[in-house]
């Protein structure tokens, strides 16, 4: 197997992913399964492909992505900053399209913390007068 061309880190929530592109056909690998069985619904796919279908470089590099933590949205957030971080580190040109589209700024929105004496970060026990 070739050496990979750029190799990136993609976060988001508890999500993190590590993106490695190849020269190849268009082949999306996620944790040595093909990117249909991984993500199986197509909202997931289209914002993980975001950043290729931005650039016009779908068929152009085959992407293999080990990914842990977090839920199966903020895993295909991850993966998608990481591959337009990648797109970004092999073709300083196309940096514009990605930056203008968004795809570069990492969602750095997280789960807060819970409080003691109350039931989540927020929600108090219901108040009892008697």
Do not use: W
């Not at 796919?45 to 590099?61: A, H």
């Not at 998608?80 to 940096?95: H, K, T, V, W």
């Amino acid at each position: 197997m070739p050496a990979p061309l750029s190799q990136t880190t993609g976060r988001r929530k508890q999500a993190v992913a590590r993106v490695r592109f190849r020269p190849g056909q268009g082949a999306i690998t996620v944790n040595k399964l093909p990117i249909e069985k991984y993500f199986t619904s197509a909202t997931h796919r289209m914002l993980v492909t975001e950043p290729l279908r931005v650039t016009n470089t779908v068929e152009s590099y085959d992407i293999e992505a080990t990914i842990d933590g977090g839920g199966i949205s903020g895993q295909a957030g991850a993966m998608r900053l990481g591959i337009a971080r990648s797109l970004c580190e092999m073709d300083p040109e196309l940096r514009g399209a990605l930056k203008r589209s968004g795809l570069l700024t990492r969602d750095a929105r997280e789960k807060e913390s819970k409080k003691y004496g109350l039931k989540k970060a927020r929600k108090a026990p219901q108040y009892s007068k008697r």
